[in-house]
């Protein structure tokens, strides 16, 4: 589970923006303490239409929450939310061991380079246009082929610019319509093909609360029974804004599969 932190005052979903040291220090402890493996610190709303924040005062929105972070649970992985170079560089000299970019190196043509210099995890997001254009009338010809080629090309450029690991992320509401956004959750499982961990953001995102005529605070009902249906299909990682019920959805997931992988072989057995 990858909880996540948003140092941001206009995030979607209002209740994972934090705004000062206890605040950020009393979430983060909270998603520890809740069972999340990462924390994703970002300090730059990519929700549709959202305006861009420049370099200096996303580092100042970041840097400053990784090293408190950082000092209080030293041993938390910790992954920064960007698609700057420069910010990557210096989240990573805080305390960051994870660069999780929206864009696949496209908003910045140092953060490829860069990523493969820290010699850290990166995480390839498909996202079709910006923020401020992606949802203005999606299309595709088939959702879950184009985004599957789209990550399964960039991939050799990650690797030869020497990056080693590598975690794919379909792009939920990135450029995709809610229509498009069932269809890929629902072909997930043919990202396996891709040999990569898998991450899926959906978290109270629009085609839930959307979908069900809620709000994003409504939200966390819907959010789980996606996030099922996601790990069902083969997601290796959830990034998500309420961990405690993503880590229930893990286990009672696992515990389900575990069973019929085990009557399954019992049914296999000879018998006599």
């Not at 960051?96 to 010699?119: C, H, K, Q, Y």
């Amino acid at each position: 589970v990858m909880g996540i932190l948003n140092i941001t005052p206009d995030s979607f979903y209002a209740g994972s923006r934090v705004h000062d040291a206890s605040d950020i220090l009393f979430r983060a402890g909270q998603m520890i303490t809740e069972g999340a493996a990462i924390l994703d610190i970002g300090g730059q709303s990519t929700r549709p239409g959202s305006e861009p924040v420049g370099v200096e005062e996303e580092l100042q929105r970041v840097i400053p929450a990784i090293e408190i972070v950082r000092k209080e649970f030293p041993r938390q992985l910790i992954s920064v939310d960007t698609y700057y170079a420069r910010v990557a560089a210096e989240a990573v000299a805080a305390g960051a061991s994870i660069v999780n970019d929206v864009s696949a190196g496209a908003m910045d043509d140092e953060l490829i380079s860069t990523v493969a210099s820290l010699r850290v995890p990166y995480v390839l997001m498909h996202m079709k246009g910006h923020p401020q254009t992606m949802q203005m009338n999606p299309e595709y010809e088939n959702v879950t082929r184009e985004v599957f080629d789209s990550l399964q090309q960039q991939l050799p450029i990650l690797s030869s610019a020497g990056i080693a690991d590598i975690i794919v992320d379909p792009g939920f509401g990135f450029g995709k319509t809610i229509a498009h956004n069932f269809t890929l959750l629902g072909e997930l499982h043919l990202l396996a093909q891709l040999e990569k961990p898998v991450l899926v953001g959906i978290s109270r995102k629009s085609t839930i609360y959307k979908t069900l005529g809620i709000t994003a605070a409504e939200a966390l009902n819907g959010t789980t029974v996606l996030h099922t249906i996601a790990l069902l299909n083969g997601a290796s990682i959830l990034r998500v804004h309420d961990v405690r019920e993503a880590v229930q959805a893990i286990r009672l997931v696992k515990a389900c599969t575990d069973k019929k992988q085990l009557t399954e072989l019992l049914f296999t057995l000879p018998h006599g």
